[in-house]
């Protein structure tokens, strides 16, 4: 059974950060691209960043300069540092696992960014 478990959000005033954690199990981790994507109320959801099995990661440019996607393959676990957190910054983050025609979702993280 495969599970995509987030945590690390919360509430924070705008400028500071927040790391977000998805921890996988059930598949071949090292395999995966593994991505954050998030929804506002209202919009559709959106890539916010991805991360290759050999580390190649590619950013929604909302976000370039002050985010960062990391993987740790012993740990099955993927991250993403926050800084700098705006106001449009709030959402549901979700995290995806993505392999050939496999595709998993986690149940989400609520960040708030509000002063």
């Known amino acids: 059974q495969v599970q995509l478990v987030e945590s690390g959000g919360g509430l924070v005033q705008p400028g500071e950060s927040l790391r977000l954690s998805c921890a996988a199990s059930?598949?071949?981790?090292?395999?995966?691209?593994m991505g954050w994507y998030r929804q506002a109320p209202g919009k559709p959801r959106e890539l916010v960043a991805v991360?290759?099995?050999?580390?190649?990661?590619n950013y929604a440019d909302s976000v370039k300069g002050r985010f960062t996607i990391s993987r740790d393959n012993a740990k099955n676990t993927v991250y993403l540092q926050m800084n700098s957190l705006k106001l449009e910054d709030t959402a549901v983050y979700y995290c995806?696992?993505?392999?050939?025609?496999?595709?998993?979702w986690g149940q989400g993280t609520q960040v708030t960014v509000s002063s």
């Open positions: 995806n696992a993505q392999f050939t025609i496999h595709n998993y």
């Open positions: 059930g598949i071949i981790f090292r395999l995966y691209t």
């Open positions: 991360i290759t099995g050999e580390q190649i990661t």
